[in-house]
């Protein structure tokens, strides 16, 4: 059929129905009888009928507002990526009467996250978009917003036994697997492997360091099942302990020479080589903060895991808005690309500027 703008009194004429019945249709309104609904939709489907969303956007008399709950950011953070992502994806919606505000809370302090998850619970919202601290917490957020049909996505961590509109975020099982296909690569006869995990526990961030953990292993079960493999806990903050617990661990482990990182602080471990002058023979990470990228760039670092930070948040949104306002399905899983930074690569990645 010759490609042209058809207006609803044409699709009308073509289907044999009223335009209100068109008008119905296009807006899922109901009060459509399935005879007159699968006429509409075998013309919308012959023309291939797109909405022009610009002209929705102009013509609603509804302002909504999404509501994104994520943890407070410094420059060139990973979460200072998710909210690049988010106001690039506020600024494309503002033509059709969205506004996108913020609720921050302080990363793994629940107290903070227990607030921001209440302070939700006063405000008019038509969606909210939440990176998840604490699961109780979470669980009893998301109860409320079932309650009263406020939809809601997750980013970065999944809670799965919620009923969230989708997730958007890497499969960190996935991660985990190919973080040690890359790093095992380099591995020789005779030497051993550390993990360096933290000290943060009861936590979705150390949920899903776990699940990524599990994808690694399941690697080496599968490939080096008879590799000594160390751990070591390192604290957050204090780096004078942290000095301390890898001055001893590679004085009594000199054969550790492969190391992985499973949350965004590999720059902990890549520091203290630095000040040694020391190099491992492989060290995995995970994303693109700056002193990671640093590390990457003068080799503390051989590869760090991108999980597409400000994707997450712009995706986000755009889901949500899509539901709500454009009435469009939303694919419940989206899972970002996994990918794999070296320091012959990294200056093609732009989400840490």
Known sequence: MENKNHTIKDI????????????????????????????????????????????????????????????????????????????????????????????????????????????????????????????????????YLERHDIPYAFIDFNIEQTHALCYIGQNPRISGYIAAKILMRSHEEGQELVLFLNNQKNSPAEIQMQRRLEGFMQYMEDEHNDLVIHDIVLHKEDAAVNKQILDSFFKENPRAVLGAVFNSRVYQVASYLHEKRKKLEGLVGYDLLQKNVEY???????????????????????????HVVFKKPVTAVKYMPIDVMMKENIDFYFEFE
């Open 296 to 322: 990457l760039r003068t080799g503390e670092v051989n590869f760090l895991i991108g999980q597409r930070p400000g994707l997450q948040g712009y995706c986000g949104v755009k889901a949500l808005c899509d």
């Open 12 to 143: 009308a004429r073509m289907a044999g129905v009223s335009a209100g019945t068109v008008d119905r249709v296009l807006h899922n309104r109901g009060d459509v009888s399935l005879a007159s609904r699968e006429k509409v939709q075998k013309v919308l489907d012959e023309i291939d009928y797109h909405p022009n969303m610009f002209a929705i956007g102009l013509a609603a008399k509804k302002r909504y507002r999404i509501v994104c709950i994520i943890p407070y950011y410094v420059e060139h953070d990973y979460w200072h990526a998710v909210a690049e992502g988010i106001n690039r994806a506020a600024q494309e919606l503002q033509p059709f009467n969205v506004g996108v505000d913020y609720l921050y809370y302080i990363h793994a302090d629940k107290s903070t996250y227990e607030k921001a998850c209440k302070a939700i619970q006063k405000e008019a919202v038509d969606a909210v978009l939440i990176a998840p601290n604490f699961r109780e917490e979470t669980l009893n957020l998301t109860t």
